[in-house]
């Protein structure tokens, strides 16, 4: 279940200074969440309304490859290509030398 909406109005409602109620909750979020879920995260805000930014910041952090990693992947995956050609053009002439070998009139 996607909470980051949930977190998204807390948060807002923290920045404008407003004590979040259920009903205020609710209107807010773009489609419904299951009411003890709403209670939970509500107890948790109003405990420690500071839970939010933690919250939020972990969720934002990607969760994607770093691009340089990627950069990386693909360079290797490149070389493997090449070397993997390679190899398949000196199979290509091994077999040609076999058959070669092996239809000499003898």
Do not use: C
């Not at 930014?53 to 990386?72: F, R």
């Not at 693909?74 to 493997?80: D, G, I, P, W, Y």
């Amino acid at each position: 279940m996607d909470m980051q909406p949930i977190y998204q109005a807390l948060k807002l409602f923290k920045q404008q200074g407003i004590r979040p109620q259920l009903a205020t909750l609710k209107n807010k979020l773009p489609y419904p969440y299951p009411l003890p879920v709403l209670i939970n995260v509500l107890k948790q805000y109003q405990h420690d309304p500071q839970w939010i930014e933690s919250v939020i910041e972990a969720e934002e952090e990607p969760e994607l490859p770093a691009l340089d990693t990627t950069e990386q992947r693909l360079e290797q995956l490149e070389k493997n290509q090449q070397q993997l050609l390679l190899r398949i053009e000196q199979l290509e002439q091994q077999l040609q030398t076999l058959q070669q070998s092996t239809h000499k009139p003898g």
